[in-house]
């Protein structure tokens, strides 16, 4: 069994400006504390993937905040207190302040980051 708390000292901890993720792995499967105190529409930094959209499946809960879901079909609003699911082939935009735990095949989200990684390294130069 795996756990993560969102306080995990001994999670891998990922930080930027407006942003803080903690994340634990297990059979295939990555758990996540995240928090973006300053939101915003994060469809840019998937550039560069099939459709410029998000290929990985996630499974969540909005602590605090909105989550919004933009897909081909139409906008998904996730407000807190709320569960959600989504299959590949989306992009998020988050209220400021917003908070969720999520969880994803690591792979796919692995493949998935690497690009986001490099907007945002490019986007930063």
């Given at each position: ?59 969540g809960y909005v602590v605090r905040g909105r989550l919004i879901m933009h897909t081909p079909a ?33 792979d796919e989200l692995a493949r998935t980051l690497a690009v986001v990684a490099q907007n945002l ?5």
């Amino acid at each position: 069994m795996a756990k993560l708390s969102k306080d995990d000292e001994t999670a891998r901890v990922e930080r930027m400006t407006g942003y803080e993720g903690r994340y634990r792995e297990a059979d295939g499967y990555t758990i996540a504390f995240e928090k973006f105190e300053e939101g915003g529409d994060f469809t840019p930094f998937y550039q560069g993937l099939p459709d410029d959209l998000c290929q990985s499946h996630h499974w969540g809960y909005v602590v605090r905040g909105r989550l919004i879901m933009h897909t081909p079909a139409g906008d998904e609003i996730v407000e807190a207190g709320e569960a959600y699911y989504t299959a590949p082939g989306h992009t998020d935009e988050l209220d400021p302040g917003t908070e969720l735990v999520e969880f994803s095949p690591t792979d796919e989200l692995a493949r998935t980051l690497a690009v986001v990684a490099q907007n945002l390294a490019s986007d930063a130069s």
